[in-house]
């Protein structure tokens, strides 16, 4: 049934966007290999739908360790087809194939992976109770597109490309952290939630790790990555043309500090089947980053697209006071605490930049200095947690 109804969807979309795939390229100016370019990623994307249901038994099964065995080889095979290609003189086309290869292998090695036999069907009772979960879930991942991606593409039609490439590149770097750590713990702990829905305290103990986790590995990084951003920049030539982008740099670091709180905690409204709430916030959050950005980048330019995302995820109080009707946690301890330790490290780097950061090699220092202060702030402020989350590493390592 899920899969019924959700390839019927895909499919529809993908027929109407490639049937829309000449004009749009008319309206962006692509080229015939942009075109191409375009059909593949969308028919990436659904090769991607096609592997839902498969991922999502693993994921309910806590399997992650096969999970991720499709996410690399799609990642190897990637840039393995785009830089032969790309040496061989394909040029655009190189990322068309590459697309391609990436959606194809990550799907067979899926099925390989789980020999799940799909199968069309529709039962009326049971896609009532499907829908009733799935269109807000469903609806919050079009906002999200349309406040993110599809903002960045209307940000084409109205700023320079140079200027939108600045924005892209502060965006990115500034997101780095949220991806490899954030995306990663609640990728984990969204079938964890939903099983513990039921039992509050344990709940209760699962958020507080998972916040924990994710600000005293995100907070760090970011802090050090907005102050080390320009001294990189100087010491590397060919990056001196993003200089102008640095202050949209600093403005997307806070604004990522605040979203890896308020993320993990829609992560939780979501796996605890508060889908509607998670979808009345994507509704604001949407229509303040569109109101915002319009109206910040006539005054600001294009740094005002990062001041807007700053002011969005200001309102992070928003999630974590609807999580907290559901479970008391303990906000001060598991974000507070990772936040002064970030301070007072980057209060520290900020004094010994200007001395010790004149070379690549100061550079790496500096990231040393900075790492050693944290953690040993870290062992004052929250020793037992830190030695806590060593020994759960450790014990699953030896596992």
Request: net charge positive; proline share 4%; with cysteine.
């Amino acid at each position: 049934m899920p899969f019924t109804i959700q390839q019927g969807r895909e499919a529809s979309t993908v027929k109407a966007v490639i049937l829309l795939s000449n004009r749009i390229a008319v309206y962006y100016h692509l080229n015939s290999a942009g075109v191409w370019l375009f059909r593949s990623l969308i028919i990436a994307f659904f090769f991607s739908s096609l592997k839902t249901i498969p991922s999502v038994i693993l994921e309910r099964k806590l399997d992650f360790n096969r999970l991720i065995i499709p996410q690399i080889v799609e990642t190897i095979l990637f840039n393995l087809v785009a830089v032969f290609l790309a040496w061989r003189g394909a040029g655009l086309a190189s990322f068309t194939w590459a697309v391609l290869a990436r959606g194809i292998s990550g799907l067979v090695l899926i099925y390989l992976l789980v020999p799940w036999r799909p199968s069309l069907g529709f039962h009326r009772p049971s896609a009532k109770k499907l829908l009733s979960f799935g269109v807000p879930f469903q609806a919050n991942s079009l906002l999200a597109l349309a406040k993110d991606d599809l903002l960045i593409v209307f940000l084409g039609k109205v700023l320079t490309f140079t200027e939108v490439g600045f924005i892209g590149w502060a965006q990115r770097w500034a997101n780095m952290p949220l991806r490899f750590i954030m995306d990663s713990v609640n990728k984990v702990t969204f079938p964890v939630y939903s099983r513990l829905q039921d039992n509050l305290s344990v709940l209760k103990t699962g958020i507080e790790k998972a916040l924990f986790s994710v600000c005293s590995l995100t907070f760090p990084v970011l802090a050090g990555l907005g102050l080390l951003a320009s001294s990189l920049i100087e010491f590397l030539p060919r990056y001196l043309k993003w200089q102008p982008a640095i202050l949209a740099l600093y403005l997307f670091c806070f604004q990522a500090a605040l979203a890896c709180v308020s993320t993990t905690l829609t992560n939780v409204l979501n796996a605890t089947g508060r889908i509607k709430t998670t979808l009345k916030l994507m509704i604001m959050w949407t229509t303040l980053t569109w109101v915002l950005t319009l109206l910040l980048i006539h005054f600001w330019g294009f740094n005002g697209v990062a001041l807007a995302a700053l002011l969005v995820a200001m309102t992070v109080f928003l999630p974590i006071w609807l999580v907290r009707k559901i479970v008391s946690f303990n906000l001060i301890e598991n974000v507070g605490k990772p936040f002064l330790a970030t301070l007072l490290m980057a209060a520290s780097l900020y004094l010994i930049i200007p001395w010790l950061v004149k070379s690549l090699f100061g550079i790496g220092l500096a990231v040393l200095f900075g790492a050693i202060i944290y953690l040993l702030l870290m062992l004052v402020l929250a020793r037992k947690k830190i030695v806590e989350a060593v020994n759960l590493v450790l014990s699953t390592v030896k596992r």
